[in-house]
C-alpha cells in the first residue's frame, strides 16, 4: 500500500502563490508515476501536473508556465509549485501516484491522497 499525504493548502489572493507537498509512503512498493490532480466543485477531477514512467513531467494545458511539480530522490516528497495563481485554480488538489509491487510488477494500483483545498480570492 502507498500512503499520499497532501499540505500547504489554503486560502490566497489572486497573483499570488502557494506550495503544495505530499508525503509518501512507500511502504515498499515501487511507484510508476506521481502527480497531482484537481477537483472543482462540480467539475471532473483534471491532471495538474505530473511525472511520467520515464521521468519526464506534463502539465495541463491551464498551469503551463505558472505551475511547477518535483520531487525529492527518494521519491518520498512530492511537491507543486503554483504562482500567478487565478481564481478558477480554486479546487480540491489531490496527490496521485501509480504503484507495483516490485516482485509482481505486472499489477499496478492508483492511490490517492485526501485532498487539500485552495481556494484563490479575486
Known amino acids: 500500500q502507498v500512503q499520499l499525504v497532501e499540505s500547504g493548502g489554503g486560502l490566497v489572493q489572486a497573483g499570488g502563490s502557494l506550495r503544495l507537498s505530499c508525503a509518501v509512503a512507500r511502504n515498499s512498493m515501487c511507484l510508476s508515476t506521481m502527480g497531482w490532480y484537481r477537483q472543482a466543485p462540480g467539475r471532473k477531477r483534471d491532471l495538474v501536473a505530473s511525472f511520467t514512467t520515464d521521468g519526464s513531467t506534463m502539465y495541463g494545458d491551464s498551469m503551463k508556465g505558472r505551475f511547477t511539480i518535483s520531487r525529492n530522490n527518494p521519491k518520498t516528497t512530492l511537491w507543486l509549485q503554483m504562482n500567478s495563481l487565478k481564481s478558477e485554480d480554486t479546487a480540491v488538489y489531490f496527490c496521485?501516484?501509480?504503484?507495483?509491487?516490485?516482485?509482481?510488477?505486472?499489477?499496478?494500483?492508483?492511490?490517492w491522497g485526501q485532498g487539500t483545498q485552495v481556494t484563490v480570492s479575486s
Open positions: 496521485h501516484a501509480v504503484a507495483f509491487d516490485c516482485d509482481a510488477p505486472q499489477w499496478t494500483f492508483q492511490y
